[in-house]
């Protein structure tokens, strides 16, 4: 859109400033007081129209301000991100370091750190382990008919 920019809204507000001048010239030609220029209907609209142009210059230069501000930011970000060492290099140095500790260490730390991690168990092997009976719900389910109920007395 041509009126979110900053060389329309200029153009504009050059425009609407000579308008405003070209009024008030008028108005002083005629003789009028300032208090009667203050109260013309066409002197208001200007100045309101003046007013509403500078805030949005205001606006615009804004969201140039915080769009710069982004580019820079993420420049840098390209920049630590080009620096910094690759995942897979690290990884490799990392390995190289533990082959030169020696194994006996790195053995009895994979040992540990293995049995510290409970194991998980799913929810259909604890329902086998508790017995047979969610089985045969699913099963009358499946079939599409009810077990048999008890008769109450």
Do not use: C
């Amino acid at each position: 859109m041509g009126s979110h920019l900053l060389r329309t809204r200029e153009n504009q507000k050059a425009r609407y400033q000579r308008l405003f001048e070209s009024r008030l010239a008028l108005l002083k030609e005629k003789g009028l007081p300032s208090e009667a220029i203050a109260k013309d209907q066409q002197v208001k609209h200007l100045k309101a129209k003046l007013k509403q142009i500078n805030s949005a210059i205001r606006s615009i230069e804004a969201l140039q301000a915080v769009i710069a501000n982004r580019i820079k930011e993420k420049n840098e970000r390209i920049e630590a991100a080009k620096s910094a060492p690759k995942k897979g290099e690290k990884d490799k140095k990392d390995a190289a370091t533990k082959s030169e500790k020696g194994k006996g260490g790195s053995e009895k730390s994979d040992k540990a750190a293995k049995s510290d991690k409970p194991k998980k168990e799913s929810k259909k092997e604890a329902k086998k382990e508790e017995g047979g009976a969610p089985q045969a719900k699913t099963e009358a389910s499946a079939a599409g008919t009810q077990p048999p109920q008890s008769p109450q007395s």
